[in-house]
């Protein structure tokens, strides 16, 4: 059983950086490409980022190219997305997911993730 936990969200002002945590029990974190997604009210799932098992290769979606960076640390079987500059548009329930498909390494569908956090949630103001 897997089990994944986010942290680090908060309410920020506009501009502002968060560092959200997702920390994976078990022993086949690293093994695994994982991934970042977000939810707002009345919205469906939004992908934001992928990163590989190793982390050497990475992937993010328009909206937070530039602004938003993922990484991992398997040692720690943590996975992490640094997100800076924020805006209010970034408000959402963030979560973590593994993603269990083969294939590429990331994947904007959810279906394609097994195992999901329970969401830390992120409020920026404007």
């Known amino acids: 059983q897997v089990q994944l936990v986010e942290s680090g969200g908060g309410l920020v002002q506009a501009g502002a950086s968060l560092r959200l945590s997702c920390a994976a029990s078990g022993r086949t974190f690293s093994t695994y490409a994982m991934g970042w997604f977000r939810q707002a009210p009345g919205k469906e799932h939004e992908f934001l980022a992928g990163i590989s098992w190793s982390g050497g290769a990475t992937f993010y979606a328009d909206s937070v190219k530039g602004r938003f960076t993922i990484f991992r640390d398997n040692a720690k079987n943590t996975m992490y997305l640094q997100m800076n500059s924020l805006k209010p548009e970034d408000t959402a329930l963030y979560y973590c997911?593994?993603?269990?498909?083969?294939?590429?390494?990331?994947?904007?569908?959810?279906?394609?993730?097994?195992?999901w956090g329970q969401g830390t949630q992120v409020t920026v103001s404007s």
């Open positions: 997911a593994r993603k269990y498909s083969s294939g590429r390494y990331y994947s904007y569908r959810p279906e394609e993730y097994d195992y």
